[in-house]
């Protein structure tokens, strides 16, 4: 299959990720069609034109005409989805999602799909701390990473097609991961650092703070305004390597600490040079 | 004493933050010399016309003609430039700083100076992870916090002068705080965060990180990138502060990590709940 003008998207889930890859699609010409569980969302995604159908319900003829579909849901709730509806998708069709972990999910899916239906699953690496459909912005990707996760199951054709929607949404870098390798990566890069910002705003209490930070003080903290139920699902379908990550970041952070109580100068000059080039590497 | 266009300002170090105020003050139309120690600030600073005199040595001449002395220095380099020079300043003059420590700073300084001199601490909270005259940039101070930090020593008059600096420079919130609170603030809000940005940046060996990384890890180490000298030296000023900070946070990131072992889901929501409600009032 190849993805051009005549490819008939449905979106499953219109909250700000689904809405925002609607809205993508949908200004660079695309046909994009939306299933999503409120009225409020389906007359909001009509009246702004994002997509062309929107319905409140499972629409069977909807899914049936539907080339790609991209799954923008909890994970629960996207196999729960798959498992209940996914005889109706149309043999050579592609699935795609936007799930923040992919071990517990993508073996899965692939495993409850009919034959002839290929998932290939995908995390962009983007993300605001609102919600909805109301809020959803396609510049949000661009220039963002983006993260392939194909098995064995996958087809070169599929994991194009993949990419192919990236591109076109706007996407900058695009990366291949296995799923294990993508959630211990995640586990580090976005579900420790919302544990760190979590645990720094959750143990001071001072409702005047505010008045007292510098930028360093809201940049590590703006991410500590979390979607609780969406979040706490995605840790525990990662908890062994998200455990794993946090301890590695204790001992670190325990390293700095005895370099502090005993004295020792020259183990914390050698952490924070060691650190201050690392993150050089980031702003080349 | 008033601060006007008669006034006559040294600036003492004209590195980043030393240089962003010569350049806000010079701005305003502000009579601005500057001690510096090296010739290529000193020619950075008189071709672009940042301020007036700017001698590489202890100009006594400069020194005793000064209303309104700014020291931009490391803590050490300053307490040891005023045991050394103090005594040319002349009475009725207001010193003020930008140290990111005060309580091994403000009443030292304070006992050193002759009688007549008054210090009168402050913490501008802003800066930038480059270094240098060359980088400075007044701009860094609008709308940012700023810190007065006055002891019993200090007068309504130099109190009052030292808030005038702010506000000629643009600075958003102006707030007061004892030594004490400004330093366990401090401790807090800055160098904790420091710390954590260091442990994250040092604890993973990937050199392909940038490659994989969301907006949130980015923020989270922007400040992973430290002038080791400083910092180091900062932490080591306020250590015991430091310590406690650590200990606190170390405390709740360890509630976090028990709560995602044991299976404890309500304590995680819990504790993302508290989090977002706190950090909600950073966007007020």
Redesign the interface.
């Known amino acids: 299959m190849t993805i051009d003008k005549q490819t008939r998207f449905l979106i499953v889930g219109l909250g700000l990720m689904g809405g925002s890859y609607a809205r993508g699609l949908t200004q660079k010409g695309y046909h994009v069609d939306a299933i999503v569980n409120d009225e409020k969302s389906s007359e909001f995604a009509l009246r702004h034109e994002i997509v062309h159908e929107c319905p409140t319900f499972v629409d069977e003829e909807l899914v049936k005409k539907a080339d790609v579909l991209i799954f923008a849901l909890y994970p629960h709730t996207f196999i729960e989805w798959v498992e209940k509806n996914g005889s109706l998708i149309k043999k050579g069709a592609i699935i795609t999602d936007v799930t923040g972990v992919k071990g517990c999910i993508v073996e899965k899916v692939q495993s409850v799909l009919p034959e002839g239906v290929e998932f290939i699953s995908a995390h962009p ?3 605001r701390e609102v919600y909805g459909v109301e809020n959803s912005d396609e510049k949000m990707f661009y220039g ?2 983006y ?1 392939v996760v194909p098995t064995e199951r996958n087809t070169e054709n599929g994991i194009e097609c993949c990419k192919r929607i990236a591109e076109i949404l706007g996407f900058g ?1 695009i ?1 291949e ?1 296995s799923p294990k390798e993508h959630d211990d ?2 586990g ?3 579900q ?13 209490e001072n ?1 005047n ?18 979607n ?2 969406l ?2 699902e995605l ?2 379908l990662n ?1 062994d390597s ?2 794993r990550q ?12 005895e370099s ?2 005993n ?1 020792d ?1 020259e183990t ?2 050698q ?6 080039e ?7």
């Not at 703070?209 to 979390?226: G, H, P, Q």
């Open positions: 690496m983007a993300g963002a990473n993260i870098r990366v991961l990566l995640i580090f890069v976005s420790l650092t919302h544990c760190i910002a979590v645990s720094l705003m959750t143990c001071y409702e703070l505010e008045k007292y930070t510098a930028d360093s003080f809201r940049d590590l903290t703006r991410i500590a305004n979390i609780e139920v979040w706490s840790f525990f908890r998200l455990l946090m301890e590695l970041f204790e001992s670190h952070f325990r390293k700095l600490y502090l109580k004295g100068r914390m000059i952490m924070m040079k060691e650190s201050t690392r993150r050089k590497l980031f702003d080349k």
